[in-house]
C-alpha cells in the first residue's frame, strides 16, 4: 500500500542522512583522486572525529557544531603529519600494498579507540527535538547537520577553486607529471590534500555524531558507503561525491522502510558492482 | 643457484619439516596442543587457498571469507537436513563455493586494481546480510551440529592436515606449470599478457573459483570442528588477517604462505596473552611498519641476502 505522506517522510530523512554521508566521502575521493592511494582507515578517522566531539559535549557541554573546527584543525594537522612522515613512502608502494598499510592504519585507531571510550554505543543527545512541516517531521539535529554540511562543502569548494593550493591540487588531479613539469611542488601539494582531505573527514565525523549513535566499530559502514560514494561520483570530483552520498542516503532510506534496514550493506555492494561495471568498465 | 630458486627449495624444506611436526599432535593424545595446532593449521590453509588468487595474479581479495563461510553454511545446513556425518558434505561444500564463485567471479574480475579490491570488500559483508535474512538458516542464530555426530577432535586435526598437504601439492603445480605462469603473467602487466595470447579472463576465473573452492573446504571443516556455522565466519578481521599474512609472506611463492601465517599466528597469540586489550592496536602497528619496511614481503629478504640463504638452503 503506497502512503505518499510516509513516502516523503523516507525522501525527507533520505535527505538528511545522505548530505552526511556524502561530505563523509569528500575526503576519501580527495585522498584516492590527489594521491592515488585508497585510504582504508578512512572510516575510522570519521568515528575518532565522533568520538572527540562525544569527549567535548560530555566534558564542556559543547554541541558538535561547536567542536566541529576543532576537529577540521586536528584533522588537517593529523593528514599533513601523516603525510610528511610516511606518505612518501606509501605513495610509491603498488597498490595492493598500500591497502595493508592503511588497514594497519584502521585497526590500530579502531582498537585505540575500543581502549579508550569502550564498547559502548555512544551519542549525543543535543536537540533532540524536530520540526513539523505539513506531516512531515524534521529532526532539527540533522536539520542542523544538514546546513553545516552545505556550508562547509561551499567552503571547501571555494578553496579548491580560488586558491593557489586549491588550483594545485586539482592540476595534480588532472595530471601528477603535468603539473610538476609547470613548477608545483607536488610532494607539498600531496601533504596539504592529505591534510585538507583528514580535515573534512573529522568535520563529518562531528556530523555523524550529531545524527547517529556510534560505536568503535561503526567505521566499517561509513567506509563502504563512502566507497560506493566515490566510485559512483567519481574519484576525485568532489562535487560528484557529495551527490552520490545523497543518493545513497536516499536509496537507504527507502530501502529501510520498503524493505528491511538490515540488507542496506548487500543493497550498497551491489549497487557498488553495478556502477562499476558500468561506469568504469572494470575499473581500466 | 639463483635466489627464486632458493626460495622454492627452503619453501619445500620447511613445509616438509611442518608437516612431519604437524603429524605428531594427535599421537600425544593432548587435546590443548592438538586444537592449538589445529588453529594455525586453519591459518595456513586460508592463506595458502587465499594465495592462488591475491598472491599468484595480484587481485586483492577481501571476499575470500564470503567463500569460507557458504562452505561452512552448506555442511551445517546439510546436515541438519539429512542427519549424516558431516564429513560426507565437505565435497559439497566445494561444489557450492565453486559455482557461487563462478557465478561472482565472472562479473567482479572484469574490475581491476582498488576498484576489485573494494568490491570485493563488501562482497563478504553482502552474503553474511543475505544469510542472516533466510529463515532456513536460522537468521542471526546459525546453525549448530552438534546433536547430529559423535565429534572427534582427531579426525578434524587429520582432516585439516590433508587440506594442508592437498594445499601445498597445488601451490608446487602451480609454481611449475604453464597455468601458474599465465597467473603470474596476469600479475606482472595484464595487458602484456592478454596481448601475448593468455586467454587473462578464462586463467583468472579459473584461479578465483579454485581459490574459493579450497575456503569452502576449510570452511565447512571448521564449521565441523566448532559443531556450528553462525554469522560470525563471516568477519572481515580474519579475512584481513589471512591477507596480511599472505603480504607478509610474499604473495605468489610457497615459502609466502608459511612464513607469513606463521608469523601472524604466533605474533598474534603472543600479544594476545601478553596484551589482552592492547593487542590489536600493536598487530595494526605491525602491520603498518612490516609494509613500510619489506612491501614485497619477507620472502623476498632472500633476495636482499642471497649468501645466507644460499647457505641455509644448502645445508
Redesign the interface.
Known amino acids: 500500500m503506497f502512503n505518499p505522506e510516509i513516502f516523503f517522510q523516507v525522501l525527507v530523512n533520505g535527505l538528511l542522512m545522505g548530505a552526511v554521508y556524502g561530505i563523509a566521502a569528500v575526503g576519501l575521493s580527495l585522498i584516492?583522486g590527489v594521491l592515488g592511494v585508497?585510504n582504508l582507515a578512512h572510516g575510522s578517522f570519521i568515528i575518532l572525529a565522533a568520538y572527540i566531539a562525544y569527549v567535548f559535549f560530555s566534558a564542556a557541554g559543547a554541541p558538535p557544531i561547536l567542536t566541529s573546527p576543532v576537529a577540521v584543525a586536528i584533522g588537517f594537522a593529523v593528514g599533513y603529519l601523516l603525510y610528511k612522515g610516511?606518505g612518501r613512502?606509501?605513495v610509491s608502494?603498488?597498490?595492493?600494498?598500500?591497502?595493508?598499510?592503511f588497514?594497519?592504519?584502521?585497526?590500530?585507531?579502531s582498537?585505540?579507540i575500543l581502549?579508550i571510550w569502550g564498547p559502548d554505543v555512544r551519542g549525543i543527545p543535543w536537540l533532540i527535538q524536530s520540526l513539523e512541516l505539513g506531516g512531515t517531521r524534521i529532526p532539527l539535529a540533522r536539520l542542523i547537520a544538514l546546513v553545516s554540511t552545505i556550508i562547509s562543502f561551499l567552503l571547501l569548494y571555494t578553496l579548491l577553486q580560488r586558491t593557489y593550493y586549491g588550483k594545485a591540487i586539482r592540476a595534480v588531479v588532472a595530471n601528477r607529471v603535468g603539473a610538476a613539469s609547470v613548477g608545483i611542488d607536488v610532494d607539498n601539494v600531496f601533504a596539504i590534500s592529505m591534510g585538507i582531505a583528514l580535515g573534512i573527514t573529522f568535520f563529518s565525523g562531528t556530523m555523524i555524531s550529531l545524527v547517529n549513535p556510534f560505536t568503535p566499530s561503526s567505521g566499517?559502514g561509513y567506509l563502504?558507503y563512502s566507497?560506493?560514494s566515490v566510485?559512483l561520483g567519481g574519484v576525485g570530483n568532489i562535487i560528484g561525491t557529495l551527490l552520490a552520498g545523497i543518493f545513497m542516503g536516499l536509496v537507504e532510506s527507502l530501502v529501510g522502510v520498503y524493505f528491511?534496514q538490515?540488507?542496506s550493506?548487500?543493497v550498497?555492494?551491489?549497487i557498488?558492482?553495478i556502477v562499476?561495471?558500468v561506469r568504469?568498465?572494470?575499473?581500466? | 643457484m639463483e635466489a627464486g630458486k632458493q626460495r622454492l627449495k627452503i619453501g619445500l624444506i620447511l613445509y616438509v619439516l611442518l608437516l612431519s611436526i604437524a603429524a605428531l599432535p594427535p599421537l600425544t593424545g593432548n587435546t590443548a596442543l592438538i586444537a592449538y595446532f589445529w588453529s594455525f593449521l586453519q591459518m595456513l590453509a586460508l592463506v595458502m587457498s587465499l594465495n592462488f588468487i591475491t598472491g599468484f595474479t595480484g587481485y586483492v581479495n577481501f571476499g575470500h571469507i564470503a567463500y569460507y563461510g557458504i562452505g561452512a553454511y552448506t555442511v551445517a545446513y546439510l546436515t541438519t537436513m539429512t542427519r549424516v556425518d558431516p564429513y560426507v558434505f565437505i565435497p559439497a561444500a566445494a561444489i557450492t563455493s565453486a559455482a557461487l564463485a563462478y557465478l561472482i567471479g565472472r562479473p567482479i574480475l572484469r574490475i581491476r586494481g582498488p576498484y576489485f579490491a573494494i568490491t570485493t570488500l563488501g562482497l563478504g559483508e553482502a552474503v553474511r546480510v543475505i544469510i542472516v535474512n533466510i529463515p532456513a538458516f536460522n537468521y542471526s542464530e546459525g546453525l549448530p551440529i552438534a546433536a547430529y555426530f559423535t565429534y572427534n577432535v582427531i579426525s578434524s586435526y587429520i582432516a585439516m592436515y590433508t587440506t594442508v598437504a592437498t594445499l601445498f601439492i597445488l601451490t608446487l603445480y602451480l609454481r611449475r606449470t604453464r597455468f601458474g605462469y599465465m597467473l603470474e603473467s596476469i600479475r606482472e602487466d595484464e595487458d602484456a599478457a592478454e596481448s601475448m595470447g593468455v586467454n587473462t579472463a578464462k586463467a583468472k576465473l579459473a584461479a578465483y573459483v579454485l581459490s574459493s573452492a579450497c575456503a569452502g573446504v576449510i570452511g565447512g571443516l571448521t564449521a565441523i570442528t566448532h559443531v556450528y556455522a553462525h554469522p560470525g565466519f563471516f568477519s572481515i578481521t580474519l579475512n584481513v588477517s589471512v591477507l596480511a599474512s599472505l603480504l607478509m609472506g610474499g604473495g605468489g611463492t610457497l615459502l609466502g604462505p608459511l612464513v607469513g601465517a606463521g608469523l601472524f599466528f604466533f605474533i598474534s597469540d603472543a600479544l594476545l596473552i601478553r596484551f589482552p586489550y592492547l593487542h590489536l592496536v600493536i598487530f595494526g602497528a605491525v602491520v603498518m611498519a612490516v609494509t613500510l619496511a619489506l612491501p614485497r614481503g619477507l620472502s623476498h629478504l632472500i633476495y636482499r641476502y642471497p649468501k645466507i640463504s644460499g647457505k641455509i638452503a644448502d645445508a
Open positions: 584516492w585508497v610516511v613512502r606509501v608502494l603498488d597498490p595492493s600494498t598500500s591497502l595493508l598499510f588497514f594497519g592504519l584502521s585497526l590500530l585507531l582498537n585505540s581502549n566499517d563502504m566507497f560506493a566510485v528491511t538490515s540488507i550493506p548487500a550498497a555492494f551491489i557498488l558492482v562499476i561495471m568504469y568498465r572494470g575499473g581500466r
